[in-house]
């Protein structure tokens, strides 16, 4: 019951359509004690004494009960309808708007497919049983009490032999729920690994073709299947263990009144008449008793799927506003970003950054270099405070960024990262995505920036191409010239570039931080790029190995020192011959084609070093 009290809130709201559908399903329960004395009265007052002429006014109430008691089902399914949708809406609605906070530490972790099939089929378990499972259960119990009164009503004594065995049969209900809890818990987790396993090799249906481990992938999918199957056996196991024994205890009854209504009938303790409605009462209480199961079915399923809801809606927010937090506004902000001796490592694991320190006053553009796993990212990451950090503080403007409003912090930095995501929707919908109510001509200027334009005019539908999941399939390099336009069109007073130009070519590149210079212009700038080339125009380089600084400066400050940056600069421009010179980076046109992909290849091979 804890589940459900926790859930409340969700329906508590809708109690009219609650109260409502249980006062219908109550007064319907009640008109179903009218048949069995009906048949009292049809025995014992219109056969045995003859009086015929009374059969036509006892069918037509008969017929009048029936439509009454159709009426009050079908407004007890309206209203419980009504409030199932309601509360599943409120529930859905309320799960997502948690998966839209929760922290990024959360989604290192979490599974797609749990999370679809939390949303989907434990949501829907509690739907049927807030809806009609509870009113039902509630029914079963009232239809035993209301029976109950009436057996005693007619004899007292039958009525307690009868029922003997129902404390047994609650007993027994009992033991099953116990017992079938567990089983239904595992099953509903079977359930989220078989949507996991789904979803992730849909996901990674080209992985998959391109390593042609088909087969692999089937024989994966059909373990975790047999583990379903496995759980829905042992759930019949137990359904089948304690099935038999219920329905034992229920035909007793039968037998029992059978032998000893037969006797007070014989011994005139008991008309015919009473003994049949009693016989009718029976199966009106053991009739519900035999769905005790099904109930109970329904019942611990709802508790299993409301402790996953529960689950996600109770997952601890690690990164969120404090009580009274800074709104970052746009005019005023200048953008003046520090690190103040920061570290940082993910979870418990080691250290991604150890004691980075940076002054970006408004408008500069920092550039950072480093091997794979060096701690670029994570700079950029405590940055937008995806994360906490550990030591040490990050601050805009001098406040600390755990003190801003998290909404206002990200909205003034706008990302472009270098794994691109495109929504299943128009491209012109999917650049406008950086900026509400982003006019045409904004989504045309950013695309133009970021050299997406001519490419999209020559779409066959322009900007209302879709792309994404459903849409037409783009080149990585034109994705994250949208991805850029996105960004771009945000007008952010901290711009970041993270491997931002990694999928186009050198002569696009090149293009494109054309853009990105005028753009630049008055906006505080990280770049993180394996080419120097990209990096080269910042105005501080730092240069990251194990999440320490091991360099910082200018491009030829650093090109004048012994040490890693000039490494990487004489591996990319190793094809030239006067790579020793600090100019040479400098000294590369990107109108030579050629030149300018020479030096692409090598990043591409011995880069590989670096990314
Ligand atoms: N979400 C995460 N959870 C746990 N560890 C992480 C996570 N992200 C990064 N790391 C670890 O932190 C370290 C720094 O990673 P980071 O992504 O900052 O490197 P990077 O320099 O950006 O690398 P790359 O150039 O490959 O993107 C690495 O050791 C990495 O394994």
């Known amino acids: 019951m804890e589940v459900f009290k926790q859930l409340k809130e969700f329906y508590w709201v809708e109690k009219k359509y609650l109260v409502s559908s249980i006062l219908c399903l109550m007064a319907a329960t009640a008109l179903g004690l009218v048949y069995p004395n009906m048949l009292r009265i049809l025995i014992d007052d219109v056969i045995m004494k003859n009086r015929f002429e009374l059969v036509p006014a006892l069918s037509l109430s008969l017929v009048g009960v029936i439509a009454l008691k159709s009426t009050l089902q079908f407004f007890h399914g309206f209203f419980g309808g009504r409030l199932g949708n309601r509360v599943a809406y409120r529930l859905r609605n309320a799960c997502y708007d948690k998966l839209q906070y929760l922290s990024f530490r959360y989604y290192d972790n979490a599974k797609t497919g749990d999370l679809m099939s939390r949303l989907t089929a434990d949501l829907e378990a509690l739907r049927n049983f807030i809806g009609f499972g509870f009113a039902q259960i509630l029914n079963m119990i009232l239809m035993v009490i209301f029976g109950g009164i009436m057996m005693l009503s007619i004899n007292w004594q039958l009525t307690l032999l009868t029922l003997v065995t129902i404390p047994l049969l609650s007993f027994t209900a009992l033991r099953l729920e116990k017992s079938i809890h567990p089983a239904f818990r595992e099953m509903r987790l079977a359930m989220s690994r078989l949507t996991t396993a789904v979803q992730e090799n849909i996901t990674g249906v080209r992985t998959v073709k391109s390593f042609a481990r088909e087969s692999h992938e089937v024989n994966k999918f059909a373990e975790k299947s047999n583990d379903y199957q496995e759980n829905q056996i042992s759930v019949s196991r137990v359904w089948g263990r304690y099935f038999p024994i ?166 003034a930095i706008a990302p472009v990262f270098q794994e691109t995501f ?87 590149e090149h293009e494109i931080q054309a853009g990105f210079r005028e753009l630049m212009a008055g906006r505080t700038t990280f770049v993180i790029a394996h080419r120097i080339s990209s990096l080269r125009h910042a105005d501080e380089i730092i240069v990251l190995d194990n999440g320490r600084i091991v360099q910082r400066g200018t491009h030829e400050q650093l090109l004048a020192v012994n040490g890693t940056y000039r490494d990487v600069y004489r591996i990319q421009y190793a094809d030239r011959p006067d790579n020793d010179s600090a100019t040479a980076a400098d000294a590369w046109i990107p109108g030579e084609p050629e030149r300018g992909f020479a030096g692409q290849k090598q990043v591409q091979s011995e880069g590989r070093l670096y990314h």
């Open 422 to 508: 495109l929504f299943s929707a128009s491209i012109r919908n999917n650049i406008a995505y950086g900026m509400k109510d982003a006019t045409m001509e904004q989504i045309v200027k950013a695309a133009k920036l970021a050299k997406a334009h001519d490419f999209i005019m020559e779409l066959p539908l322009g900007y209302d191409t879709v792309v994404g999941e459903r849409g037409m399939g783009l080149s990585g390099g034109q994705k994250q010239r949208i991805s850029i336009a996105r960004a771009l069109i945000r007008n952010p007073r901290i711009l970041i570039l993270d491997d931002a130009t990694s999928a186009v070519d050198m002569e696009t």
């Open 246 to 411: 219920m329905e034992l205890l229920a035909n007793i009854s039968a037998v029992i009144l059978l032998i000893s209504g037969g006797i007070f009938v014989i011994h005139d303790k008991l008309s015919i008449g009473e003994f049949v409605a009693f016989f009718s009462l029976t199966w009106y209480i053991i009739g519900p008793m035999w769905g005790i199961g099904f109930h109970i079915n329904n019942y611990t399923q709802s508790k299993a799927s409301g402790e996953r809801m529960l689950e996600l809606l109770n997952e601890y927010v690690h990164v969120k506003n404090v009580e009274h937090p800074v709104v970052l506004s746009g005019d005023a902000m200048k953008g003046h970003v520090r690190y103040d001796n920061v570290s940082f490592g993910y979870g418990d694991g080691p250290m991604a950054l150890t004691n980075f320190a940076l002054d970006a006053a408004p408008g500069k553009v920092i550039g950072l270099l480093g091997g794979t796993g060096s701690g670029k990212s994570t700079v950029i990451q405590l940055l937008m405070r995806a994360y906490d950090v550990k030591q040490g503080k990050v601050t805009i403007d001098g406040i600390d960024v755990r003190e801003l409003d998290i909404e206002s912090l990200r909205g």
